[in-house]
């Protein structure tokens, strides 16, 4: 079967590139290794700026669907100190310019603006296969191989077509999120609600923090973060019974209602290293292929930009496609040529980020990077 545009992974970068060639009836097939839109939950919640993220549904047309999913309230800021003394607490006052929406809710808004037939689920990609003329073929482990003229790789981190076009693979940056939730806080658990607030929670120190974020009915999503090897981490975590025990005494003589966040977790504790592609990933120009999102420019999650670029990516590389449909060559280039220099702005700011947030003097340059941001909205 040959398809001309072949978009690789269902994730919010794809499914916004479909969505923007759906628009222009410009035909397109995205395959994605899930077996449906259900198969696993989404993660938590993502804040839209309104400078990629909001402009790329702005260019799917979904604006108001996704005004009706934001979380009021949600872009309130928290920042505690080790023994739960309030150093810095931002309200939502609607100004932010970056609303909170759950990730899957996001997922949905642009998966019912699809037809059915435009998604293929169960289709993992095993091999790609360069055919010349710019043509290529996927293999994939159940169905029959599909042959494009335009494949997009939109896989993320660990992308099957970034190899194509790159050597390069992602690096762990040496920190980790371990993951958890509490449910029906504000009644289950009062003193972690209370000092979590409305919207996101910071408590860190060099080498280590405590995350949390409200989340829609009374939802407490945490993510420890810990400066430490990843075989640590694994090590820690291959004992379920005592793995909340373990990654809380990390954090000795922090506030209970703090600990409380990883100790009373309700869900097992999820391992989620954090990996980065160099910061000025690029390549060389590939006749009928190109990324988008992670698989592109893989980064650090301390800018908050995944999301909103891997969108951004699919919105500009749609209208690109659109505006010169008989030389998709000359849309590749276009595209590229911008992704690659807003990637290495964003990749560096995430980086730098990691370096502050964490940094011997935690929690000063934290303080010092949301206080800024919040002077330039």
């Known amino acids: 079967m040959t398809t001309p545009i072949t978009i690789i992974g269902a994730g919010l970068g794809g499914l916004t590139l479909a969505r923007v060639l759906h628009q222009h009836g410009i035909p397109a097939t995205l395959y994605e290794a899930e077996t449906s839109a259900e198969a696993r ?16 549904l702005e260019a799917a047309g979904l604006t108001d669907e996704f005004r009706a999913i934001i979380h009021e309230g949600g872009q309130a800021v928290r920042v505690l100190d080790q023994h739960g003394a309030v150093l810095l607490d931002q309200p939502d006052d609607g100004t932010g310019g970056r609303p909170e929406v759950l990730r899957g809710d996001l997922r949905r ?8 037939e435009m998604i293929q689920w169960g289709h993992k990609v095993t091999g790609v296969r360069p055919l010349g003329g710019g043509r290529h073929e996927l293999a994939f482990a159940v169905g029959p191989t599909v ?12 992308s099957k077509v970034r190899p194509l076009l790159s050597d390069a693979k992602p690096e762990y940056v040496g920190t980790s999120f371990i993951e958890t939730y509490l449910y029906d806080a504000d009644q289950r658990h009062p003193a972690a609600a209370k000092a979590t607030g409305g919207g ?54 922090w ?10 977790g309700e869900t097992a504790l999820a391992p989620r290293p954090i990996s980065a592609l160099p910061i000025c990933h690029r390549w060389d120009r590939v006749p009928g292929v190109t990324l988008l999102g992670d698989a592109a420019h893989l980064m650090s999650p301390f800018a908050g930009e995944g999301a909103n670029l891997a969108m951004f990516d699919g919105a500009e590389l749609g209208k690109a496609i659109t505006a010169h449909p008989h030389d998709i060559e000359a849309a590749l280039a276009e ?30 340059g934290l303080l010092n990077l949301l206080t800024g941001l919040k002077s330039t909205e």
Not at 44 to 54: K, S, V
Not at 109 to 116: E, G, R, T, V, W
Not at 147 to 158: E, K, M
Not at 255 to 264: F, K, N, Q
């Open 335 to 364: 595209y590229e040529q911008a992704l690659f220099s807003r990637s290495a702005h964003f990749a560096t700011e995430s980086d730098r980020n990691h370096r502050l947030i964490f940094g011997d003097n935690a929690p000063a």
């Open 255 to 264: 506030a209970p209602e703090l600990t409380a966040l990883i100790t009373d």
């Open 147 to 158: 042959t494009t003229s335009l494949l997009v790789g939109a896989d993320g981190a660990w």
């Open 41 to 56: 939950t989404q993660g938590g919640q993502l804040d839209l700026h309104e400078y990629n993220g909001q402009l790329a």
């Open 109 to 116: 808004i642009l998966l019912n603006s699809l037809p059915k």
């Open 200 to 253: 996101s929670l910071f408590a860190v120190t060099a080498g280590k923090g405590i995350l949390g974020h409200r989340e829609a009915h009374a939802v407490l999503h945490t993510y420890v973060a810990l400066t430490k090897p990843q075989e640590w981490i694994t090590a820690i975590l291959a004992s379920p019974e005592t793995a909340a025990a373990q990654v809380a005494a990390e954090f000795s003589g």
